[in-house]
């Protein structure tokens, strides 16, 4: 690794994408997504991608909110269930550590519609340090 650090939140990709800056503290997260006409699939709703980007932005600052140091996240795997369409408005990614080993920590999240509460996906990831 270099000793360059990555773009602050809110900037870079997640700036690129339209992923708020959020927050993040004590291994839990949370971002929003402004899905616009740009995010959205040919049947019309949030692109799964969309919403898969969002799930492991808001995990990684969960992650990443319980290093100390210049330790960065690294995503191992995430599965994520998509429960209904997402839409046209802010979508909500909260996050949360559920379980920190000595090597790996398992992060869930969810997405909800704001507009509607409605939840769209579920997620659990792996993680790791850089």
Do not use: C, W
């Not at 929003?32 to 692109?47: K, Q």
């Not at 290093?67 to 949360?96: F, H, M, Q, W």
């Amino acid at each position: 690794m270099t000793g360059t650090r990555p773009p602050a939140p809110g900037a870079g990709f997640d700036a690129t994408v339209g992923i708020s800056r959020g927050e993040g503290a004590d291994g839990a997260a949370r971002a929003t997504l402004t899905a616009g006409e740009e995010h959205l699939n040919p049947a019309g709703t949030v692109h799964g991608g969309a919403i898969a980007t969002l799930i492991d932005v808001v995990m990684g600052r969960a992650v990443a909110s319980v290093y100390e140091g210049d330790e960065r996240p690294v995503t191992i795997e995430i599965k994520v269930n998509y429960l209904e369409a997402g839409s046209i408005g802010e979508l909500v990614g909260e996050s949360r550590v559920t379980r920190t080993g000595r090597r790996f920590m398992v992060v869930h999240a969810d997405v909800t519609q704001r507009e509607t509460g409605e939840t769209v996906a579920e997620a659990m990831g792996t993680f790791t340090r850089a």
